[in-house]
């Protein structure tokens, strides 16, 4: 069975987060079971934590739900952790590399 674009893309983008910064990379698989709205990808590198919401590049880009922008607000604000959307590894190790030059 051959793997949807999207999980291709996760497995990309935590592989170059792995081998660009180390650190703790999983792609969340949720159910039915889970609460809605989590970002597809969770890290932790030098104590900041990740929460990224992967959606794929134009043409096929989809914003994401209100619910997806809510949590990753949370995650900044209520958490204090780093979260948004990105389309690619290289955006991903931008976003990274930024917040742990911030840090």
Same mark, same amino acid.
């Given at each position: +069975?051959? $793997?949807?674009?999207?999980t291709? =893309?996760?497995? *990309? &983008? &935590?592989?170059? =987060?792995?081998?660009?910064?180390?650190g703790?990379?999983?792609?969340?698989?949720?159910?039915? #079971?889970?609460? @809605?709205?989590?970002?597809?990808?969770?890290g /932790?590198?030098?104590g =900041? #934590? #990740?929460?990224?919401?992967?959606? $794929?590049p134009?043409?096929?880009? *989809?914003?994401?739900?209100?619910?997806?922008?809510?949590? +990753?607000?949370?995650?900044?604000?209520?958490?204090?952790?780093?979260? /948004?959307?990105? &389309?690619s590894?290289?955006? @991903?190790?931008s976003?990274?590399?930024?917040? =742990? $030059?911030?840090?």
């Amino acid at each position: +069975m051959a $793997r949807k674009p999207e999980t291709t =893309l996760h497995n *990309k &983008i &935590i592989a170059a =987060l792995k081998e660009e910064f180390g650190g703790w990379w999983v792609h969340i698989h949720v159910s039915e #079971f889970d609460e @809605a709205g989590l970002p597809d990808i969770f890290g /932790c590198v030098e104590g =900041l #934590f #990740f929460g990224l919401e992967v959606k $794929r590049p134009p043409p096929d880009y *989809k914003d994401p739900t209100p619910l997806q922008v809510e949590t +990753m607000r949370r995650i900044r604000e209520d958490g204090e952790g780093v979260s /948004c959307v990105v &389309i690619s590894p290289e955006e @991903a190790i931008s976003v990274v590399g930024k917040a =742990l $030059r911030e840090s």
